[in-house]
Nanobody, 114 residues
């Protein structure tokens, strides 16, 4: 069964930057488009960025120009570099495939406040 281990979240001031990472177990990662999703108590989980195995990226409109998704195929990892953070970016961030499997990791909390 696939496992996702997200890390790197924390508290950051508005306008600050943060990079979060996700390690994916097994063969699930191979040739699969991966994405970062986020969820708050008030909103459904939404995709914010995705990257194909060859590196083509897409972004949700609210994060374009601020977030950068990347992957290291030989290490089964996906990263999300977040800059110009806003309070509305506060959420628990998860990685998963596209489409997402029913298994989810614990996520990593990103809080933008100050």
């Amino acid at each position: 069964q696939v496992q996702f281990v997200e890390s790197g979240g924390g508290l950051v001031q508005p306008g600050g930057s943060l990079t979060i990472s996700c390690k994916v177990s097994g063969s699930y990662f191979v040739y699969r488009t991966m994405a970062w999703y986020r969820q708050t108590p008030e909103k459904r989980r939404e995709s914010v960025a995705s990257v194909t195995y060859s590196g083509t990226t897409t972004y949700e409109d609210s994060v374009k120009g601020r977030f950068t998704i990347s992957r290291v195929n030989g290490q089964n990892t996906v990263h999300l570099r977040m800059t110009g953070l806003k309070p509305e970016d506060t959420a628990v961030y998860y990685c998963n495939g596209v489409p997402a499997t029913t298994t989810w990791g614990q996520g990593t909390q990103v809080t933008v406040s100050g």
